[in-house]
């Protein structure tokens, strides 16, 4: 293709990229899709690691704020659901409310947390932005509040 042919774009992470070079775009898919791979973890991993790109810092910190609150909720749900805790020494047996209760908020949030794992690493190695409904504003404010702090 001549020059005249290839038109630039802008790119989601601020660089310039000839339209039929995809290879810039495809790093990024790929860096945000890594973003989540290890939930919570690889989330702070990239947000150390990448200091430049805002798209992947967003997936970084959301993966990271997503997931983390997730990982204290599950934490929360899979105590109440012990049955070492709540059940069997209390008379109820295994139909303690507490246990109930407990099992099904660990279901619950089982489902949610794989789900949203998988739709997450989808999208964004697509290239496909996606906030996850307050999870994604908190992470754009708490991005907002560390690069300020720079």
């Known amino acids: 293709m001549g020059s005249s042919g ?8 601020g660089g310039k990229v000839a339209k039929g070079d995809s290879d810039a775009q495809m790093k990024q898919n790929k860096v945000g899709l890594l973003c989540y ?8 991993i ?20 997503t997931f983390g609150i ?3 909720i599950w934490g929360i749900a899979s105590t109440f659901g012990n049955p070492l805790v ?7 047996g295994l139909f303690s409310p507490l246990l109930i209760a ?4 660990f279901g619950i949030f089982f ?6 794992w998988a739709v997450l690493m989808y999208r964004t190695y697509h290239g496909r932005m996606y906030r996850v409904p ?11 509040k560390l690069d300020a702090e720079k």
């Open 37 to 44: 791979a290890g939930f919570w973890v690889t989330g702070i």
């Open 46 to 65: 990239f947000l150390v690691i990448e200091k430049k790109n805002r798209v992947v810092r967003f997936h970084a910190m959301q993966a990271l704020v």
């Open 86 to 92: 709540w059940g069997l020494g209390l008379g109820w």
């Open 111 to 116: 489902t949610i947390w794989w789900v949203l």
């Open 6 to 13: 290839e038109k630039e774009k802008k790119a989601e992470g």
């Open 134 to 144: 307050l999870f994604g504003d908190l992470a754009e404010k708490c991005l907002a």
């Open 102 to 105: 407990g099992f099904v908020v």
């Open 70 to 72: 997730l990982q204290i």
